[in-house]
Structures are given as structure tokens and as C-alpha cells.
């Protein structure tokens, strides 16, 4: 996607997010159901965060080094 698409307004995802975080914390769910979607929503953000870090770190004028057209190959 280029980012002119836009599949939910910004209040779904913030309602998304509020139901989401309901179901980890406050919901009569077993344990082991709450931590898992606690862990994976955690770990979403996470991977987000950090991926989001990397693509910032990243210098666009440093494109791949491709060699020339008359460099032998073998």
C-alpha cells in the first residue's frame, strides 16, 4: 500500500485498542488467555516500535551498490 488508502478511521483503531486492553486486564477470561493476548498484543507493539526505529535509522540516499554494466561476472 502507498498510504492513500485508509481502511479504518483513527476511532476505530483507538476503540480497537480500548477493547483490546479490556479483554487483557479487565475481562473474567483464565489466566493463561489474558497473558497471551497481553504477550501478543506486547509484542506487536514491540516489533511496531522497533521496525519503525530501523526504517527511521535507514539513510535513503545509500541505495544497494549495484556493480556497472562492464564488470565481469563469473
Known amino acids: 500500500m502507498n ?3 485508509l481502511l479504518a478511521s483513527r476511532w476505530d483503531a483507538a476503540f480497537d485498542l480500548a477493547r483490546f486492553l479490556y479483554v487483557g486486564f479487565f475481562s473474567d477470561l483464565p489466566a493463561w488467555v489474558r497473558y ?3 504477550g501478543l498484543g506486547g509484542s506487536t507493539a514491540a ?7 530501523r526504517n ?4 535513503p540516499d545509500a541505495g ?3 556493480p556497472e554494466s562492464e564488470t565481469p561476472v563469473r
Not at 47 to 53: A, D, E, H, K
Not at 56 to 59: A, C, M, P, Q
Open 64 to 66: 544497494e551498490t549495484v
Open 56 to 59: 527511521r535509522s535507514v539513510d
Open 36 to 38: 497471551t493476548v497481553l
Open 47 to 53: 516489533y511496531s516500535l522497533l521496525s519503525r526505529l
Open 3 to 5: 498510504g492513500d488508502t
